[in-house]
């Protein structure tokens, strides 16, 4: 018996750029972010924006060296494309704190989006959340250390 049938060709397989997935566990990012925007909070009852923002500008300072960071060393685009859109998002909010804060704190209406009454006592949260992003990103796509 013979077999006549054509010999199918194998192609070769296409490799991805994703790095594989790596499994980790948030819950330490979740318990930071809920800590900082209580803190935040706090601290805009007790002293009012101007500390807040001193606050956020950390956070926001130490966004952009981990931005600056990720983009330049991670193999992996999509890790780099994520920092920045964290970036972006959480630099809208701070500007936004900054503007809308100091007008606040000197017995001004809200300058920015002056309809969104608590847009300002709000941005905390979402300037945090460009830095739970930006964390997630480092530990899912980031160097694991090595226990050797």
């Given amino acids: 018996m013979t077999d006549d049938s054509p010999l199918t060709e194998e192609k070769p397989k296409s490799t991805s750029t994703r790095p594989p997935i790596r499994g980790f566990n ?8 809920t800590v900082a925007v209580l803190v935040a ?10 500390a807040v923002i001193a606050m956020m500008l950390f956070f926001v300072i ?16 999509f890790a780099g494309q994520a920092a920045i859109v964290n970036l972006i ?8 704190l900054v503007v809308n ?3 606040i704190s000197q017995q001004m209406a809200p300058i ?14 979402f300037i945090m959340g460009g830095v739970f992003g930006m964390m997630n990103i480092k530990k899912m796509w980031g160097p694991r250390k090595s226990f050797y």
């Fill in 101 to 103: 804060g100091l007008a």
């Fill in 112 to 125: 920015i989006l002056p309809d969104f009454l608590d847009l300002t006592s709000w941005t905390p949260l």
């Fill in 26 to 33: 948030p819950l330490v990012n979740y318990l930071f972010y």
């Fill in 41 to 50: 909070f706090v601290l805009n009852w007790a002293l009012g924006y101007p």
């Fill in 62 to 77: 130490r966004l952009i060296r981990d931005t600056v960071h990720v983009y330049n060393t991670y193999e992996y685009k």
């Fill in 89 to 96: 998002y959480s630099m809208i909010f701070f500007i936004i």
